[in-house]
């Protein structure tokens, strides 16, 4: 008996990535920690101290697109709208004050990201567009519902404080297919792709152990 064949497309790079990681960004969509601050059950200062764990995490990829500037498949992903830091810090001088810098500090789970993060994404082009792959595509995602529900559940004003999930000029549709039209692009071999999908997999664990780990810390009720 033969074979089906696999439908037309299935074998391109952003259905592959898809397909074979759905299980890992499900995992993370399901975070209590989230679900939490988006029904506003924790206290502000826990919203605060994810926006500080993002802090390091951006700072670590958007220092790796600097670095990685030169390579010709990192540069057909560098896109100056999608920066992040600028928002963070705008967010933390909002939450904290003049000296937000004075209240940050990286948990364990977020200094292991952002190690992992420098290593491979310093590194190599595949690397690199791994986990700007998974943590923009998710702020366009999920996060488009998380930042407006925070701002609810914490009084914030239309901008203030939650600046970080508003990506001004960018229409999330649009960018998220013309996103998944370039990595079906990419010239890289099928073990390339395959490293690629498997960075994916592992930045998905990776952010997973940050909010749980947040969650751990803010329903024993921590204070910074």
């Known amino acids: 008996m033969s074979l089906m064949a696999d439908p037309p497309g299935t074998d391109r790079l952003s259905v592959r990535v898809r397909r074979n990681t759905v299980g890992a960004h499900d995992a993370?969509?399901?975070?209590?920690?989230?679900?939490?601050?988006?029904?506003?059950?924790?206290?502000?200062?826990?919203?605060?101290?994810?926006?500080?764990?993002?802090?390091?995490?951006?700072?670590?990829?958007?220092?790796?697109?600097?670095?990685?500037?030169?390579?010709?498949?990192?540069?057909?992903?560098?896109?100056?709208?999608?920066?992040?830091?600028?928002?963070?810090?705008?967010?933390?001088?909002?939450?904290?004050?003049?000296?937000?810098?004075?209240?940050?500090?990286?948990?364990p789970a977020t200094t292991t990201y952002?190690?992992?993060?420098?290593?491979?994404?310093?590194?190599?082009?595949?690397?690199?567009?791994?986990?700007?792959?998974t943590r923009y595509i998710g702020d366009l995602s999920g996060g488009q519902y998380l930042g407006p529900a925070i701002a609810r559940s914490y009084g914030l004003p239309a901008t203030d404080g939650h600046r970080f999930f508003i990506f001004a000029g960018v229409d999330p549709m649009s960018f998220k297919n013309h996103y998944r039209v370039l990595l079906d692009s990419v010239p890289w071999s099928r073990p390339e792709q395959d490293e690629f999908i498997a960075e994916v997999t592992e930045a998905y664990r990776l952010n997973i152990g940050v909010l749980s780990e947040l969650q751990s810390r803010w329903s024993q009720g921590a204070q910074k």
């Open 28 to 107: 993370a969509q399901r975070s209590g920690f989230l679900d939490s601050l988006a029904a506003g059950q924790l206290p502000w200062e826990a919203y605060a101290d994810l926006t500080a764990q993002h802090w390091f995490i951006y700072e670590a990829l958007e220092s790796a697109a600097t670095t990685m500037a030169d390579d010709p498949v990192v540069a057909t992903f560098l896109f100056p709208e999608l920066r992040r830091l600028p928002s963070l810090e705008a967010d933390l001088q909002f939450l904290y004050g003049p000296r937000w810098a004075d209240h940050l500090f990286a948990l």
């Open 114 to 133: 952002c190690t992992r993060l420098r290593d491979v994404a310093h590194r190599a082009a595949t690397g690199f567009v791994a986990h700007q792959y």
